[in-house]
């Protein structure tokens, strides 16, 4: 069964850091691009982060840019976001999501066009 499972989210007050994870399994995972949006209740969606698991380039939404780090373990089919410095307007359900590039999460497409997506980590933190 092709999958992607997060875990890592939680609650953090201000300035404070989390480490998201995001486990592929059942597909090859070296074929695609491994990205986070995220939803909060009333807001727009927003595509936050995303690598290529095969050149290694990167995608930042400029608010998180410096904060958030992204990163990728292939021998473990892993991608992982690095938050730091971590801000109230972070709050919301991150969701990981895997597509041939990063253009989905660059251009926050909804889940339904993108190959695989996960159900999703809460994020909440507090001021």
């Known amino acids: 069964e092709e999958q992607l499972v997060e875990s890592g989210g939680g609650l953090v007050q201000a300035g404070g850091s989390l480490r998201l994870s995001c486990a592929a399994s059942g597909f090859t995972f070296d074929d695609y691009a491994i990205g986070w949006f995220r939803q909060a209740p009333g807001e727009a969606r927003e595509g936050v982060s995303c690598i290529s698991t095969k050149d290694g380039s990167t995608f930042y939404l400029d608010s998180v840019k410096g904060r958030f780090t992204i990163s990728s373990d292939n021998a473990k089919n892993t991608v992982y976001l690095q938050m730091n410095s971590l801000r109230p307007e972070d709050t919301a359900v991150y969701h990981c999501?895997?597509?041939?590039?990063?253009?989905?999460?660059?251009?926050?497409?909804?889940?339904?066009?993108?190959?695989?997506w996960g159900q999703g980590t809460q994020v909440t933190v507090s001021s």
């Open positions: 999501v895997a597509h041939s590039t990063c253009s989905g999460v660059q251009y926050s497409w909804p889940p339904y066009e993108y190959e695989y």
